[in-house]
């Protein structure tokens, strides 16, 4: 069973960095497509940056010059550091993983499918 446990989410000031973890049970994520996600109360969930199975890295544009998404095999976590953080940056934040082990972002192979989500981890920004 594919487990996603998030943590790192904290109460920060605006300009701070933060960095989130995702560990990962019951599946190696050494191949898999993996995602970071946030949502507000009430909205849809905002992607904001994907890791394909062949390495290579889509962010979008929340996420574009101050967000780094990263893997640690042997730790089998995924990460995403946060660096100058805003209030619109507060949010619960929920990985992904796409158990294939074959969707891109980009390049062949097939699209990204997020089949196991976290619960989330929250993080609150204040001036």
């Known amino acids: 069973q594919v487990q996603l446990v998030e943590s790192g989410g904290a109460s920060v000031q605006t300009g701070e960095p933060l960095r989130l973890s995702c560990r990962a049970s019951?599946?190696?994520?050494?191949?898999?497509?993996m995602a970071w996600y946030r949502q507000l109360p009430g909205k849809e969930r905002e992607g904001l940056a994907t890791?394909?199975?062949?390495?290579?890295?889509l962010y979008q544009k929340p996420a574009k010059g101050r967000f780094t998404i990263s893997k640690d095999r042997a730790e089998n976590t995924l990460y995403l550091q946060m660096n100058n953080l805003t209030l619109d940056d507060t949010a619960a934040y929920i990985c992904?993983?796409?158990?294939?082990?074959?969707?891109?972002?980009?390049?062949?192979?097939?699209?990204?499918?997020?089949?196991?989500w976290g619960q989330g981890t929250q993080v609150t920004v204040s001036s």
């Open positions: 992904a993983a796409d158990p294939s082990g074959q969707g891109v972002v980009r390049g062949a192979g097939p699209p990204c499918r997020f089949r196991n």
């Open positions: 019951g599946i190696s994520i050494s191949n898999l497509c």
């Open positions: 890791i394909g199975a062949n390495g290579l890295v």
